[in-house]
């Protein structure tokens, strides 16, 4: 998943305060504007008319177990129309080719790119538009769900973000995204970080949409599928250059509340799109490209994909 550059400038540092724009202010982007906005950040959101006027008129509502209940002032447009210093592009996969048409490259010049994405392949898509150097890897493990236009209800204790890359470039990201609520660490690899969430989410993806049931049921009464389901997507992992520990993931889910449902399950129920490609599908295209059977994961893709 190398991808190099060479013409192409570093962002310039992060500042403190900075003006960030979010692409697709949903359950996760609404979630950190808000945040970042608490913290005195400038933050922009970009979103569709409804979603704009509502966050003109009543800001980003926020109810968390974990923050507290609030609500955070934000500018919002259909259009990023000036530059800004850090973009989070938190848009469902199914919807980024048409949403980053609302982000014009020459505004991020100096700008750090943070997708927040489910899956692996989007990073491609955002260098080739922006420029490798600004596009910063990343995953966030977060429960967060957007309810109505500006109104966000955060379930998870916490925030987790991983950012791929050295610590020297992005060590003052980090300690932006940590001050404003969002844990965030740096890690060296790529692969491995990238990875470690598509290893994670695919088999609770998969599972609990294609079977209607929340992780508690699926690890109960389907182990043995999700077990198997673990170890085909840690057998991609591993060829990919990621983690591939079976027996850390198992323990996740096991630590999880019984009623948890993942966010494809969430939208399938709601009749929204599913992202089976942008989770499912890139699994399965790694896993052909290294040449390892996946049985399991092939058939739950193809079931969903005929719902």
């Known amino acids: 998943m190398s991808h190099t550059e060479p013409l192409t400038p570093d962002p310039a540092p992060i500042a403190s305060p900075s003006t960030v724009a979010v692409l697709g202010p949903g359950g996760v982007g609404g979630l950190l504007a808000a945040l970042l906005s608490r913290a005195g950040h400038r933050v922009i959101c970009i979103a569709g008319d409804a979603t704009v006027r509502a966050l003109r008129h009543h800001g980003i509502r926020v109810s968390s177990g974990h923050f507290g209940d609030f609500t955070a002032a934000v500018e919002a447009d259909t259009?990023?129309?000036?530059?800004?210093?850090?973009?989070?592009?938190t848009v469902k996969h199914t919807t980024l080719d048409a949403a980053l048409d609302r982000v014009p490259p020459p505004l991020l010049n100096?700008?750090?790119?943070?997708?927040?994405?489910?899956?692996?392949?989007?990073?491609?898509?955002?260098?080739?538009?922006?420029?490798?150097?600004?596009?910063?890897?990343?995953?966030?493990?977060?429960?967060?769900?957007?309810?109505?236009?500006?109104?966000?209800?955060?379930?998870?204790?916490?925030v987790d973000i991983d950012l791929a890359g050295p610590q020297g470039r992005l060590g003052p990201l980090a300690t932006m995204l940590t001050a404003a609520g969002a844990t965030t660490r740096v890690i060296p690899d790529e692969n491995a970080v990238l990875w470690a969430k598509l290893a994670f989410l695919a088999p609770f993806a998969l599972l609990t949409t294609r079977y209607r049931l929340p992780i508690g049921n699926i690890r109960s009464e389907r182990r043995e599928e999700l077990t198997a389901m673990v170890e085909e997507t840690?057998?991609?992992?591993?060829?990919?250059?990621?983690?591939?520990?079976?027996?850390?993931?198992?323990?996740?889910?096991?630590?999880?509340?019984?009623g948890s449902k993942s966010s494809m399950q969430r939208d399938a129920e709601?009749?929204?799109?599913?992202?089976?490609?942008?989770?499912?599908?890139?699994?399965?295209?790694?896993?052909?490209?290294?040449?390892?059977?996946?049985?399991?994961?092939?058939?739950?893709?193809?079931?969903?994909?005929?719902?």
Not at 141 to 153: F, M, N
């Open 234 to 258: 840690t057998a991609v992992s591993r060829a990919c250059g990621g983690p591939a520990d079976t027996a850390q993931i198992l323990a996740r889910y096991d630590a999880f509340p019984p």
């Open 110 to 158: 100096d700008c750090v790119v943070l997708p927040l994405l489910n899956g692996i392949e989007h990073t491609d898509i955002l260098r080739a538009r922006y420029g490798a150097r600004r596009v910063v890897p990343a995953v966030i493990r977060v429960e967060s769900t957007r309810t109505a236009p500006g109104v966000v209800v955060h379930g998870s204790p916490f």
């Open 270 to 307: 709601a009749g929204r799109p599913l992202e089976l490609d942008a989770i499912g599908g890139a699994l399965l295209r790694a896993a052909e490209r290294h040449g390892i059977p996946i049985p399991l994961t092939t058939r739950l893709v193809t079931e969903l994909a005929a719902e």
């Open 79 to 89: 259009a990023l129309r000036e530059p800004a210093d850090l973009c989070l592009v």
